[in-house]
């Protein structure tokens, strides 16, 4: 199948080109959610994407897309209508023929014969590319390892987050259900200084206090899930909306990064954060991040692992309510401290009492039962 320049709208699908090919994105054939998630994550119109690795079985593959490395699935790709990225010559016909336009981008071996100039570009220029995007990152595992820590990726929509995600597990990662939910939950692996990391890319979410299955799910594996270090991932550009959902995190865990992601797009907005002084108020780091061009990854790493080692020690802001709360939650707050038997529980006894407070229906049936287990068995898991 050809295709014509990208001027036309008309191509093929991004599925259909061979590895270390570079092509720009005509269109997406997606619509609603599948396609904003495509846009969020560099899948524009208009920008190169590159495939640089199939998984032994021929999918996924990993996309080097404005920097970032994204893993999609084949029925992903198909959506994904691309042109070619080569100029064409001045005495060539190249986008006007349908043929000789496959031809430039899409072949995957030179003629036979006489190698000419421009067969000897193409192969230099694909090996380049092939060199530049050989890295560990974009490699399946092989083997089972061991994760050494499990981290959650934490946030609103639309903070970058899934881009994060792919950008530091490549092709190493699967989807799968929450136990007893219909919503599908993106796991994967990472190595970082010799470790191995499961990296758990959560539903977005604008708050604990759930509204919907997604945000539910979230909830529950910030709460109960026990990661080892709980990221959150944030938009520079309107910080003060993702500070909700940060501050409500730090009343669950004090083992938190913050990735202050989408700095770029911050500074051509001309939005300066005062990212040291805004670590010291919430009492966690913050670690700038661009991560649909893999930048900040390496100290957001160091950083998570430093924190799940202890090297890093925090003291996450508490947020204090009216007089009227705070009373209430100082008489439920001791007698939880002495139920749940504090060593064996992962939840602050504040955060449960201020929970029993706001009367959530479905997460107060979920601490009371777990409660009176606790009692039951001398101790709570969380």
Same mark, same amino acid.
């Given at each position: 199948?050809?295709?014509?320049?990208?001027?036309?709208?008309?191509?093929?699908?991004?599925?259909?080109?061979?590895?270390?090919?570079?092509?720009?994105?005509?269109?997406?054939?997606?619509?609603?959610?599948?396609?904003?998630?495509?846009? +969020?994550?560099?899948?524009?119109?208009?920008?190169?994407?590159?495939?640089?690795?199939?998984?032994?079985?021929?999918?996924?593959?990993?996309?080097?897309?404005?920097?970032?490395?994204?893993?999609?699935?084949?029925?992903?790709?198909?959506?994904?209508?691309?042109?070619?990225?080569?100029?064409?010559?001045?005495? /060539?016909?190249?986008?006007?023929?349908?043929?000789?336009? +496959?031809?430039?981008?899409?072949? /995957?071996?030179?003629?036979?014969?006489?190698?000419?100039?421009?067969?000897?570009?193409?192969?230099?220029?694909?090996?380049?590319?092939?060199?530049?995007?050989?890295?560990?990152?974009?490699?399946?595992?092989?083997?089972?390892?061991?994760?050494?820590?499990?981290?959650?990726?934490?946030?609103?929509?639309?903070?970058?987050?899934?881009?994060?995600?792919?950008?530091?597990?490549?092709?190493?990662?699967?989807?799968?259900?929450?136990?007893?939910?219909?919503?599908?939950?993106?796991?994967?692996?990472?190595?970082?200084?010799?470790?191995?990391?499961?990296?758990?890319?959560?539903?977005?979410?604008?708050?604990?206090?759930?509204?919907?299955?997604?945000?539910?799910?979230?909830?529950?594996?910030?709460?109960?899930?026990?990661?080892?270090?709980?990221?959150?991932?944030?938009?520079?550009?309107?910080?003060?909306?993702?500070?909700?959902?940060?501050?409500?995190?730090?009343?669950?865990?004090?083992?938190?990064?913050?990735?202050?992601?989408?700095?770029?797009?911050?500074?051509?907005?001309?939005?300066?954060?005062?990212?040291?002084?805004?670590?010291?108020?919430?009492?966690?780091?913050?670690?700038?991040?661009?991560?649909?061009?893999?930048?900040?990854?390496?100290?957001?790493?160091?950083?998570?692992?430093?924190?799940?080692?202890?090297?890093?020690?925090?003291?996450?802001?508490?947020?204090?309510?009216?007089?009227?709360?705070?009373?209430?939650?100082?008489?439920?707050?001791?007698?939880?401290?002495?139920?749940?038997?504090?060593? /064996?529980? /992962?939840?602050?006894?504040?955060?449960?009492?201020?929970?029993?407070?706001?009367?959530?229906?479905?997460?107060?049936?979920?601490?009371?039962?777990?409660?009176?287990?606790?009692?039951?068995?001398?101790?709570?898991?969380?």
């Amino acid at each position: 199948m050809g295709f014509r320049s990208a001027n036309t709208g008309e191509g093929v699908p991004l599925s259909a080109v061979p590895l270390y090919v570079t092509c720009r994105i005509c269109r997406l054939a997606l619509k609603d959610q599948a396609r904003r998630r495509l846009l +969020h994550i560099g899948f524009a119109p208009g920008a190169q994407v590159t495939p640089i690795r199939r998984s032994p079985a021929g999918d996924p593959t990993a996309y080097s897309v404005r920097g970032a490395m994204v893993a999609l699935r084949r029925e992903q790709a198909d959506e994904i209508i691309v042109a070619p990225d080569v100029p064409p010559s001045p005495d /060539s016909k190249s986008y006007d023929s349908p043929v000789n336009a +496959h031809k430039l981008c899409c072949h /995957s071996q030179v003629p036979t014969g006489l190698m000419t100039p421009d067969n000897f570009d193409t192969l230099a220029r694909r090996a380049r590319t092939r060199l530049a995007y050989t890295v560990p990152g974009t490699m399946r595992i092989r083997g089972n390892p061991t994760p050494k820590y499990t981290v959650a990726l934490a946030g609103n929509p639309n903070t970058g987050k899934s881009a994060l995600f792919n950008a530091l597990t490549g092709l190493n990662q699967h989807t799968g259900n929450w136990p007893g939910k219909t919503v599908a939950v993106a796991e994967g692996l990472s190595v970082h200084e010799g470790a191995w990391f499961r990296l758990i890319d959560l539903p977005g979410t604008y708050s604990l206090l759930t509204s919907s299955k997604e945000e539910e799910v979230a909830r529950d594996f910030i709460c109960f899930g026990a990661p080892d270090v709980t990221v959150v991932v944030t938009d520079a550009t309107c910080l003060e909306r993702n500070l909700d959902v940060v501050l409500e995190i730090l009343e669950v865990t004090s083992r938190v990064v913050v990735a202050l992601n989408l700095v770029d797009e911050a500074c051509r907005k001309r939005i300066s954060i005062d990212i040291s002084g805004l670590s010291s108020s919430l009492g966690v780091p913050v670690i700038p991040t661009v991560a649909r061009l893999g930048r900040g990854l390496k100290k957001l790493m160091d950083t998570v692992q430093a924190v799940a080692d202890g090297r890093i020690e925090t003291d996450p802001l508490r947020p204090r309510y009216d007089e009227r709360i705070e009373r209430i939650v100082s008489l439920i707050e001791p007698w939880i401290e002495s139920a749940i038997q504090r060593d /064996s529980c /992962s939840l602050p006894a504040r955060w449960i009492a201020l929970r029993l407070v706001d009367g959530d229906p479905g997460l107060r049936e979920e601490l009371i039962e777990r409660l009176e287990k606790a009692v039951s068995e001398g101790g709570m898991s969380a």
